[in-house]
C-alpha cells in the first residue's frame, strides 16, 4: 500500500503532489525547494548554501515523519539552476548526508519553481 507523508515542518505541496510517500519499506520525498520556514510564498535568504541546507532541512522533515533519518537515504537527485554552484552544494551535502554517502545524480535545469537555486528528491529505506 501507499501512504502520503504530510510533514509538519515541511511546506505544503504547491501542485497535485504529496510531500512525499511511502510504498511498504520505501519512503520517496517529492522535489523539496528551499521555501522559507517563516513564509510558504518566499524561498530562504541566501545563496546556495543556504538553499541546499534549507532543502536538506525540508527533506529530513518529511523522513522523521516516518521514522527515518538522513542515513536511511539510499538515493538522490539533485537539479541546480547553475552547475557553477556545484562545489558549494557539495560541501553542504557532504556535511549532511553520513557515510556511506547515497547513490546521486545532478541535473542542470535551466529554470526552478520560485526561481529557487536547488531543488532535491530523494528516496529512503525504513
Do not use: H, W
Not at 32 to 52: F, K
Not at 68 to 96: F, G, I, K
Amino acid at each position: 500500500m501507499k501512504y502520503s507523508i504530510n510533514a509538519q515542518g515541511a511546506p505544503d505541496a504547491i501542485g497535485p503532489y504529496s510531500q512525499g510517500t511511502t510504498a511498504g519499506r520505501l519512503v520517496f520525498a517529492s522535489g523539496q525547494l528551499p521555501v522559507s520556514p517563516a513564509d510558504n510564498a518566499r524561498l530562504v535568504e541566501g545563496g546556495i548554501r543556504e538553499q541546499t541546507e534549507r532543502v536538506i532541512d525540508v527533506i529530513e522533515a518529511i523522513l522523521q515523519e516516518v521514522g527515518c533519518t538522513l542515513a536511511d537515504v539510499a538515493q538522490t537527485t539533485v537539479y541546480l539552476a547553475s552547475l557553477a554552484d556545484m562545489e558549494e552544494m557539495n560541501e553542504v551535502y557532504a556535511r549532511r548526508f553520513p557515510s556511506p554517502a547515497p547513490a546521486r545524480a545532478v541535473v542542470g535545469v535551466s529554470e526552478l519553481p520560485m526561481g529557487a537555486l536547488v531543488e532535491m528528491d530523494c528516496v529512503a529505506c525504513r
